[in-house]
């Protein structure tokens, strides 16, 4: 089993960076695709960015396309999202999901591994 540990969030600034980490453990996922989620306080999770197994394609919500990055070290067993020119509206706890079913345009976590989050907040 999968064991996913995200890092890098907190409070920053509009149009400031953050940068999310999730080390992945148990297992490696260099042959999963991976995906970032997030959930704003009384909305459902929605999905942000997902990356193939082999970083080879990536795709993004409309809200954030242009402005993150999803990237991925499999040696490291980690994947990464860059994110820049912030908006309030991205404040969220940020999930990241590996092992879901990647089409190449869509991610479906119905299966695979959760983390526990990172809270991101963006000051107005």
């Known amino acids: 089993q999968v064991h996913l540990v995200e890092s890098g969030g907190g409070l920053v600034q509009a149009g400031g960076s953050l940068r999310l980490s999730c080390a992945a453990s148990g297992r490696t996922v260099s042959y999963y695709a991976m995906a970032w989620f997030r959930q704003a306080p009384g909305k459902e999770r929605e999905f942000v960015a997902a990356i193939r197994w082999d970083g080879g394609n990536t795709y993004y919500a409309d809200s954030v396309k242009g402005r993150f990055t999803i990237s991925r070290d499999n040696a490291k067993n980690t994947v990464y999202l860059q994110m820049n020119s912030l908006k309030p509206e991205d404040t969220a706890v940020y999930y990241c999901?590996?092992?879901?079913?990647?089409?190449?345009?869509?991610?479906?976590?119905?299966?695979?591994?959760w983390g526990q989050g990172t809270q991101v907040t963006v000051s107005s």
């Open positions: 999901h590996a092992g879901g079913s990647d089409s190449g345009s869509s991610y479906n976590p119905s299966y695979g591994s």
